[in-house]
C-alpha cells in the first residue's frame, strides 16, 4: 500500500489483505526507499504489487508525489497507475476525456486567459458551477452567479465553468458508484446537507443505499467511466438531468465512509483480492464477502512505529500579509490572527471585490452581550499564508470599523504558532521608514 497519510481506508485495504491470508506491507515516509545498486533496482520493504493510494489532490506539489509513483511503478506492478490518476484528480481532464469516448458529462470551459473563460460564460446561463481543476471534498467548487466576472485561477490553481445539472423538482443529490476492477461493490445517493448545494459526505451530506435500485443507466454509465479512465478502483461521481445521467468526476481516492455507512460493504477487501490476483496469488471469495461486512480501520499490524522526532510548526504573526482569493480576483490583505475565533471571518467590501460566495449559509456568531449572537452568511476562502492555501468556509460581517479586513480563525490557526511578537503592518512601516532614510542620504 503506497500511501503517506493515515486514512481509514488505507488502514482497512491492509488489514484486508492480512485477514485474507498476505502479507500487507505499507509503503511510507517511515520506511520507503528504492536503491540503485551497480544496476540492481530494489524496493525497500520488498513488495510483490502496489495498490496506490497517494492523495494527490489535497497537496500543493501533485507533480512530486506522482513522480514517486511513477518510481515505484516503474519497477513493480501496481494498481491505478499514476499516468490514470493524473487523468482523473484533473476534473477538466477527466471530462475532456470522458466526452471524447462518448460518455455524457456536464458542459464545461476552461480558458488560459480572463478574457476568453468570460467571453464564453454566457452560454451557461445566468448559474453555473466554477471548479478548480484539482480540489478534494467540495473544496474549490461553487456555484457562481454568471452575470459577473470569473477568473481562470483560483489561487495558482486552474479553475474551469460548468453547465449546473439540477432537477428543480427534487432536492439535490448525486450518485457514487464504487467500482473495484469491473464491479460494482456498492453505490449510494448523496444529499446536499441543508444550507448547501454540494453533496460530499466530507461536507455533511447524507447517503443512502442506492446499489440495488440504481438505474441500468447510470450503473452502465460508470463502469464505462472508470474502464475510459484506466482505474483498478474508483468512486465514480454521477448527478441525473432531465435527459440522462452525467459523470461529474473519477475519483481515483474515493473514501470508504460514506459509503460503508449507506450499503454495509466496505471495498478494501475486493481492492485487496486485486492487487493479490494481480501477481498470481489466490483468495477465497467467500473471506471477501464475509469481510467485507465490517470497515476494519483499526491500526494494521504493517504500521511502521514513527520515530519520536519532534515537529515544528511554522510560525505566523500577529499581524499577517496574506493573499485572499475568491471566484473573480485576488488581493492581498492583512489579517489578524485571533486563537479565539472558531471560524475565520471576512469584511462584506472585501468579499464583494474578490467575488467571494455565493453565500452557503447562515451561521450564529456570539457577539457580545446579544444573546444568540447574530447571524451571519459564510462563503468559501481561499487564503494564502507564504507557500500553503487554504480552503475555509469563512463568516461575513462589516469590519468597516476595524484596523483589518480579515481576521483568521482556529479553522487557519492550528496548522501553525501564533507570535504575538510578529506584525506584518509594523514590519512594512519599519520597511518604509528605512527606505525613506536611505533615499535621504
Given at each position: 500500500m503506497l500511501s503517506l497519510h493515515n486514512s481509514k481506508e488505507t488502514k482497512a485495504i491492509c488489514n484486508a489483505v492480512e485477514d485474507l491470508g498476505h502479507e500487507p506491507v505499507w509503503l511510507r515516509e517511515e520506511n520507503a526507499a528504492i536503491s540503485v545498486d551497480d544496476g540492481d533496482v530494489s524496493v525497500e520493504p520488498a513488495v510483490d504489487v502496489i495498490a496506490n493510494r497517494l492523495l494527490l489532490s489535497n497537496t500543493d506539489q501533485p507533480a512530486e508525489l506522482l513522480g514517486l509513483a511513477t518510481t515505484f511503478e516503474r519497477i513493480r506492478p501496481m494498481l491505478n497507475e499514476p499516468n490514470a490518476v493524473l487523468a482523473s484528480i484533473h476534473k477538466f481532464a477527466t471530462a475532456a476525456t470522458l466526452a471524447d469516448w462518448n460518455i455524457r458529462v456536464p458542459d464545461a470551459l476552461l480558458a488560459l486567459s480572463n478574457d476568453r473563460l468570460n467571453e464564453g460564460r454566457e452560454r451557461f446561463g445566468e448559474v453555473g458551477v466554477y471548479k478548480t481543476a484539482i480540489g478534494t471534498h467540495g473544496g474549490g467548487t461553487w456555484k457562481v452567479d454568471l452575470t459577473e466576472r470569473v477568473n481562470p485561477k483560483v489561487g495558482n490553481r486552474q479553475a474551469f465553468l460548468q453547465k449546473l445539472i439540477d432537477r428543480d423538482d427534487e432536492k439535490h443529490r448525486d450518485l457514487r458508484v464504487y467500482i473495484v476492477g469491473d464491479e460494482i461493490i456498492g453505490s449510494m445517493y448523496r444529499y446536499a446537507p441543508e444550507g448547501d448545494w454540494r453533496t460530499n459526505v466530507a461536507l455533511g451530506g447524507a447517503v443512502e443505499d442506492a446499489t440495488d435500485d440504481m438505474p441500468d443507466e447510470a450503473a452502465e454509465t460508470a463502469l464505462y467511466a472508470a474502464d475510459v479512465m484506466d482505474l483498478d478502483y474508483a468512486g465514480v461521481d454521477l448527478v441525473e438531468g432531465y435527459d440522462g445521467w452525467y459523470v461529474l468526476e473519477v475519483n481515483p481516492t474515493a473514501g470508504f465512509k460514506g459509503l460503508f455507512e449507506a450499503t454495509g460493504t466496505s471495498p478494501a477487501p475486493h481492492i485487496a483480492k486485486l492487487a493479490i490476483e494481480e501477481?498470481?496469488?489466490?483468495?477465497?471469495?467467500?473471506?471477501?464477502?464475509?469481510?467485507?461486512?465490517?470497515?476494519?480501520?483499526?491500526?494494521?499490524?504493517?504500521?511502521?512505529?514513527?520515530?519520536?522526532?519532534?515537529?515544528?510548526?511554522?510560525?505566523?504573526?500577529?499581524?499577517?500579509?496574506?493573499?485572499?482569493?475568491?471566484?473573480?480576483?485576488?488581493?492581498?490583505?492583512?489579517?489578524?490572527?485571533?486563537?479565539?475565533?472558531?471560524?475565520?471571518?471576512?469584511?462584506?467590501?472585501?468579499?464583494?471585490?474578490?467575488?467571494?460566495?455565493?453565500?452557503?449559509?447562515?451561521?450564529?456568531?456570539?457577539?457580545?452581550?446579544?444573546?444568540?449572537?447574530?447571524?451571519?452568511?459564510?462563503?468559501?476562502?481561499?487564503?494564502?499564508?507564504?507557500?500553503?492555501?487554504?480552503?475555509?468556509?469563512?463568516?461575513?460581517?462589516?469590519?468597516?470599523?476595524?484596523?483589518?479586513?480579515?481576521?483568521?480563525?482556529?479553522?487557519?490557526?492550528?496548522?501553525?504558532?501564533?507570535?504575538?511578537?510578529?506584525?506584518?503592518d509594523v514590519e512594512e512601516a519599519e520597511r518604509d521608514e528605512a527606505g525613506e532614510i536611505l533615499e535621504e542620504e
Open positions: 501477481v498470481g496469488g489466490e483468495v477465497d471469495g467467500d473471506d471477501v464477502d464475509r469481510i467485507a461486512a465490517t470497515l476494519d480501520d483499526s491500526r494494521p499490524s504493517c504500521a511502521p512505529m514513527p520515530k519520536p522526532t519532534p515537529t515544528e510548526q511554522p510560525v505566523i504573526g500577529y499581524i499577517e500579509e496574506v493573499v485572499v482569493t475568491g471566484t473573480s480576483g485576488s488581493t492581498q490583505a492583512l489579517a489578524k490572527s485571533d486563537t479565539g475565533a472558531t471560524r475565520t471571518s471576512i469584511d462584506t467590501q472585501l468579499a464583494a471585490e474578490i467575488g467571494a460566495g455565493p453565500i452557503k449559509s447562515m451561521t450564529r456568531v456570539k457577539s457580545g452581550s446579544v444573546k444568540g449572537g447574530k447571524a451571519r452568511p459564510v462563503v468559501d476562502l481561499v487564503i494564502g499564508i507564504g507557500g500553503n492555501q487554504h480552503t475555509v468556509t469563512a463568516s461575513v460581517e462589516d469590519r468597516g470599523h476595524m484596523e483589518y479586513p480579515l481576521l483568521l480563525g482556529r479553522d487557519i490557526l492550528t496548522d501553525y504558532r501564533v507570535d504575538v511578537r510578529k506584525r506584518a
